[in-house]
T-cell receptor, first 109, second 116 residues
């Protein structure tokens, strides 16, 4: 079983809609959770971090964490064409950051 | 503020040649990470340093790979000899002092390596 799993893409959403990305992790002692955005040919860019159960909002992005279910999600509200990218879920456990394979999001105008 | 700096940005070499990738972390960051990204395997951690000391190199694929951090502002990843299966994008990342890994990592632009 992979340490970090993300819902397989690609995910296509119309402009203005909500994009929902999911991530599950295998290690219950994981402490910190991150979402990175990676445009094609570019490096990963940290967009959200979350440490406690519940929701964390930053602009159009909302991260949700449920440690009991070992589940992290990212919602992108009012999706824009500039949100088209691959989103990587990352989990910090035992001094290491493990990444999921990523979900590619395409926002169609 | 300058971000993580990597050089070269692109490297094309022939099988059997030595390849050296370079990284300058963000000033004040005391963790440095080397990653490799391929379509097949995604983003993989190769090795990381804390205060210039290698902490975990369990991700280094084999003895052909080595990494050093002689000071707080410079690190190298060396592949000798290189093989076609080493073709990938290699990222360097750094993380802030103190909170370290808890605050996430900041990535450089990457080096795209092609081994013919």
């Amino acid at each position: 079983q992979k340490e970090v799993e993300q819902n397989s893409g690609p995910l296509s959403v119309p402009e203005g809609a909500i994009a929902s990305l999911n991530c599950t992790y295998s290690d219950r002692v994981s402490q910190s959770f991150f979402w990175y955005r990676q445009y094609s040919g570019k490096s990963p860019e940290l967009i959200m971090s979350i440490y406690s159960n519940g929701d964390k909002e930053d602009g159009r992005f909302t991260a949700q964490l449920n440690k009991a279910s070992q589940y992290v999600s990212l919602l992108i509200r009012d999706s824009q064409p500039s949100d088209s990218a691959t989103y990587l879920c990352a989990v910090y456990t035992d001094y290491k950051l493990s990444f999921g394979a990523g979900t590619t999001v395409t926002v169609r105008a | 503020d300058a971000g993580v700096i990597q050089s070269p940005r692109h490297e094309v070499t022939e099988m059997g040649q030595e390849v050296t990738l370079r990284c300058k972390p963000i000033s004040g960051h005391d963790y440095l990470f080397w990653y490799r990204q391929t379509m097949m395997r995604g983003l993989e951690l190769l090795i990381y340093f804390n205060n210039n000391v290698p902490i975990d190199d369990s991700g280094m694929p084999e003895d052909r790979f080595s990494a050093k951090m002689p000071n707080a502002s410079f690190s190298t990843l060396k592949i000798q000899p290189s093989e076609p299966r080493d073709s990938a994008v290699y990222f360097c990342a750094s993380s802030p002092r103190g909170a370290g890994l808890m605050q996430g990592q900041f990535f450089g632009p990457g080096t795209r390596l092609t081994v013919l």
